[in-house]
């Protein structure tokens, strides 16, 4: 017996779901909403820290490891509703508003304080407000931009990319919100959780948070591992190869974690150039009123 028919209501004549199951993908959702939140308060923990001289770094981390501990959950919380046939029109609503708590708030805020709040005094007194006033509203450009992708997420039945791609797989239309939080948070990861001093890197990071919140609301394709099944049979290549990166992930996760969010987050940007240079580099056929006849 499949897990769907062990959750049948028996008093149920159009066979619905118990509703003791729909409580399962809630409780995921929930955790995802208090791990956003426990990022937050250690973000607020290590920036207290760090400005009365005692080292905030470790908060910085736990804030970080606990949005990306949000995004697996993130991702369980709707396969777990689709396997048990749970999905409802609250659940999706709630995970929305949880998104936006653990990958738009607590990102946002992790962002500032970690690396725009403590730039060196010895950059001047004037440039140093005027450089946190950009950080203020460009982490608040995040938030906004990642409310504003699950937004147009939400009312989209079948989005089509800027850029289709095959159509026997599924993409997203703009980097997903937690993808873009997932790039905040494996920077701060694996720079140890030492907060920003240097200016420049300081004005570096409020770049890439431009380009994130740019692609979150762009309409350029990003490969949805939605259609990913546990139920059909893979390739021993693919299997070694998950194993592989497994096993990276546990005993260098910094690194790796580093490099997977750079990969996935560049390669809207790369599918799109390469689609910019394959029309250019295409020759244009000729209309029909230019061909000759005969």
């Known amino acids: 017996m499949g897990l769907k028919e062990r959750l049948v209501d028996p008093r149920s004549p159009d066979r619905r779901p118990r509703r003791a199951a729909y409580a399962l993908p809630t409780l995921f959702t929930a955790g995802n909403i208090f791990l956003g939140y426990l990022s937050m308060l250690r973000s607020f923990k290590g920036a207290m820290l760090a400005a009365s001289g005692a080292s905030g770094a470790g908060h910085f981390t736990a804030a970080a490891t606990a949005i990306m501990a949000a995004a697996l959950l993130d991702g369980l919380d709707g396969r777990i509703a689709r396997m048990t046939n749970t999905t409802s029109e609250f659940g999706r609503e709630m995970d929305s508003l949880a998104d936006v708590i653990s990958f738009g708030m607590a990102p946002a805020v992790l962002a500032f304080a970690w690396g725009v ?83 420049p890197l300081a004005i570096a990071w409020l770049a890439l948070l431009l380009l994130l919140s740019f692609l979150m609301v762009s ?56 689609g910019i240079i394959r029309r250019r580099i295409r020759p244009t056929p000729p209309r029909p009123s230019e061909q000759r006849i005969g």
């Open 219 to 274: 309409t350029w394709r990003y490969y949805s591992f939605k259609g990913i099944s546990l139920n059909k049979p893979y390739t021993p290549l693919l299997v070694i190869a998950v194993g592989a990166l497994i096993y990276a992930t546990w005993n260098w996760p910094q690194p790796v974690l580093l490099v997977l969010a750079i990969t996935y987050v560049g390669s809207g940007i790369a599918i799109r150039i390469g």
């Open 117 to 199: 709040q403590f730039v060196e005094p010895a950059l001047g007194e004037h440039i140093r407000n005027q450089l946190f006033n950009a950080g203020y509203f460009i982490a608040f450009l995040f938030l906004l931009c990642g409310s504003a992708r699950l937004a147009r997420f939400n009312i989209q039945k079948n989005p089509v990319p800027k850029n289709p791609g095959r159509p026997d797989r599924k993409y997203f239309v703009g980097l997903p919100i937690p993808a873009a939080a997932g790039m905040v948070c494996a920077v701060v990861f694996a720079s140890d959780g030492e907060p920003l001093t240097w200016w």
